[in-house]
């Protein structure tokens, strides 16, 4: 084990004497050390695996831990061991202490758009823009652990006000759905730790020693259940980079790097500066780059990798220039490097940069994949059917329930929900079956008695016909009988009406065909539905190019990398410079930089369209920033600019810069 790491490595991975600070710079081997770590833990310390959690902040990375972990450790995975998110770990915590959080054992989990729904409703407000905007703000002080109380206090603007006023009313209806959002996961058992001792007591004993991967993208409240679970003992290693913490916006608190000298003065903290993905010229231009912000903590990567070709910098007319210059270079550098698709990457600061870029690709016969594309079954038109589906297969679905029954609406609002979850709530039996029992005529009205018997008479008799009719027919039945075309079509303008309902009519011609092919009936499909996808964007076999924006595209690298739109106003973003915030964007300038192994380039427009005009653009202050060895080409004489030249034309850029800043 010792021969495959450097010398921080086995420091951080054998430091047990309290909590450490592991800083592992972009490419410096952060999950071998968490996965040595494990392994180490476990095998030279006599850890009990039960008593281990490594927590990740993607299923993905989790997963590929846990592969790791296996390997390490003789092809399998230690029994109890947990590797997990930190939101799967809330829901865990969650179900084991239901009962402390007011809650049953089955709650369930709502997604983005249900929770936009129910601000929706909290607010009186049908507008979905206004909805989503309030849930935002809601989303964000629950991260911060922001009662409703004090957000009351807080609300500085008519936006905070609003959302203020629907969030004790949000939070009521969520509880009333024996509901969680994505956020409870996190907020409920910090709540449960601070109230009841002996529970954050009995789970401190249960994980004894925990590890935190990309602790730089830890929001306030993740930061204070870590400190819950490792208590004074502060038996953890939190690995992460200060460098590399972009999500501000999604509420990571970059403090809480500072926070942790604080709360843990003993902390060690050990560097990983040795980087094993790039060249030193990349990772030269990264350090100069990243120098301009203010450091907690100083370092500096450096590679054994050899000096590498020069970056690249390429003005282009336009985006369409730009689109169709970057296609026909992969095209001519896969022919001449004689790579594969799969070598290159193309990266971007906002989505809407993607579109052109796509068609250049189709164009030239290039394939592509898009990171962090929407996946079809995410959809919400396919996720309001298999809520139905859901529910056919199993009535105590309280999520698929509430889903299902109230779209298409059926004059079924929050009120009747709330009292049918408070009486199923006190005779912990699901909402479908609370829907049967003769005790619930005490708490609601005949209208709306009759009309959730209505709709769950509907599941039962569709329930009934499942074993004798093709899952196709029962499916279009389903669709037509409860309105579903003509609700999307009065609920929304006429252009995504249509595109949904286009989703619905593939997803129901799909599931017939599948159905018959796989010779089962609605109820059998929808069993297996849940472990597919349609459209399944990580085949590690194909052999693609790959789109992401910069935020998508942290974690992964590849040999050859193109960074498009490098321009003032786009990277950094307009926003973050009107608000003082570019050092978040030159930490997101560096990920790019830091994806790339061997080759990279930096492409950047003269001018864009605003509207019907084009305005003219200026190259992005972090050129400059990167130092002065790029080879700079015009597009004009299309010609290397000399070194020289290239230094002059870098100097100059700086000083215009200078003087503006």
């Given amino acids: 084990m010792s021969a495959l790491l450097n010398a921080p490595q086995r420091e951080a991975i054998r430091y047990l004497d309290g909590p450490a600070l592991v800083l592992a710079g972009a490419g410096s081997g952060k999950t071998r050390v968490i996965t040595h770590k494990i392994a180490y833990l476990i095998d030279t310390c006599g850890f009990n695996p039960e008593h281990i959690a490594a927590i990740t902040f993607?299923?993905?990375a989790a997963k590929e831990m846990q592969e790791r972990v296996a390997h390490l450790m003789g092809g399998r995975a230690p029994r109890g061991l947990t590797v997990c998110t930190f939101h799967a770990l809330g829901v865990r915590i969650i179900r084991q202490e239901a009962a402390h959080c007011g809650l049953k054992p089955q709650f369930s989990i709502l997604d983005a758009a249900d929770t936009v729904q129910i601000v929706a409703e909290a607010a009186r407000d049908a507008d979905k823009g206004i909805a989503k905007q309030l849930q935002w703000q809601i989303s964000a002080w629950k991260n911060a652990l922001v009662t409703p109380a004090e957000a009351a206090q807080r609300a500085d603007n008519e936006l905070a006000a609003a959302a203020a006023a629907?969030?004790?009313?949000?939070?009521?209806?969520?509880?009333?759905?024996?509901?969680v959002d994505f956020d409870d996961?996190?907020?409920?058992?910090?709540?449960?730790?601070?109230?009841?001792?002996?529970?954050?007591?009995?789970w401190q004993q249960r994980l004894r020693y925990v590890l935190i991967d990309e602790y730089q993208d830890t929001n306030r409240?993740?930061?204070?259940?870590?400190?819950?679970?490792?208590?004074?003992?502060?038996m953890f290693t939190a690995v992460g980079d200060d460098d590399q913490a972009i999500y501000a916006w999604r509420g990571a608190d970059v403090d809480n790097l500072k926070q942790l000298q604080q709360d843990y003065p003993q902390l060690r903290v050990i560097k990983l500066e040795q980087n094993y993905r790039s060249s030193r010229r990349i990772l030269e231009a990264a350090n100069t780059l990243i120098a301009n912000n203010q450091k907690l903590f100083d370092k500096r990567l450096w590679s054994e990798h050899g000096h590498g070709e020069q970056i690249a910098v390429r003005s282009c007319r336009d985006p369409e220039a730009e689109a169709e210059w970057v296609a026909m270079t992969i095209n001519a550098h896969k022919f001449a490097a004689r790579t594969r698709f799969k070598d290159y990457a193309i990266l971007y600061r906002s989505n809407h940069q993607a579109r052109l870029i796509e068609q250049a690709l189709r164009s030239?016969?290039?394939?592509?994949?898009?990171?962090?594309?929407?996946?079809?079954?995410?959809?919400?038109?396919?996720r309001d059917l298999f809520a139905y589906l859901r529910l056919l297969q199993n009535e105590d679905d309280d999520l698929a329930f509430i889903r299902a029954i109230t779209t298409p609406r059926r004059g079924?609002?929050?009120?009747?929900?709330?009292?049918?979850?408070?009486?199923?709530?006190?005779?912990?039996v699901s909402l479908f079956a609370a829907v049967f029992e003769a005790g619930l005529a005490e708490h609601l009205a005949t209208r709306q008695l009759e009309a959730v018997q209505e709709f769950a008479a509907f599941i039962g008799q569709l329930k009934c016909r499942v074993p004798c009719e093709p899952a196709g027919r029962l499916l279009e039945h389903l669709v037509e009988a409860i309105g579903y075309e003509a609700?999307?079509?009065?609920?929304?303008?006429?252009?995504?009406?249509?595109a949904k309902w286009r989703n619905v009519a593939d997803f129901v011609a799909w599931l017939g065909r599948k159905a018959t092919e796989d010779g089962k009936n609605l109820i059998e499909l929808a069993q297996t539905i849940a472990l597919m996808s349609m459209l399944d964007k990580d085949d590690p076999d194909f052999d693609g190019v790959q789109l992401a924006t910069l935020h998508a595209s942290k974690g992964l690298e590849f040999p050859h990398v193109f960074l498009v739109g490098v321009e003032e106003g786009l990277l950094p973003h307009q926003a973050s410079i009107d608000e003082d915030k570019v050092e978040e964007e030159r930490r997101l300038m560096y990920v790019g930089i830091t994806r790339a192994q061997r080759t990279l380039t930096l492409s950047w427009c003269e001018r864009r369209k605003a509207g019907k005009e084009f305005r003219p653009c200026e190259i992005s202050r972090f050129v400059a920033e990167m130092g002065d060895d790029l080879k700079i080409s015009d597009r004009r004489s299309n010609q290397p600019l000399s070194k020289e030249e290239g230094k002059n034309r870098a100097a100059a850029l700086r000083a215009m810069l200078e003087g503006r800043g």
């Fill in 412 to 428: 079924i609002g929050a009120a009747t929900l709330e009292a049918l979850g408070r009486y199923a709530g006190a005779r912990h």
């Fill in 221 to 234: 409240a993740q930061y204070r259940l870590l400190r819950q679970l490792a208590g004074e003992r502060g």
């Fill in 166 to 179: 629907a969030y004790q009313e949000y939070e009521r209806i969520l509880r009333a759905y024996q509901a």
């Fill in 58 to 60: 993607t299923n993905k």
């Fill in 185 to 202: 996961l996190i907020a409920l058992p910090v709540q449960l730790f601070e109230n009841h001792e002996e529970v954050r007591q009995r």
């Fill in 487 to 498: 609700w999307l079509f009065e609920h929304l303008d006429s252009r995504e009406a249509d």
């Fill in 364 to 382: 030239a016969g290039i394939p592509y994949v898009i990171s962090g594309g929407q996946s079809f079954f995410d959809k919400a038109e396919i």
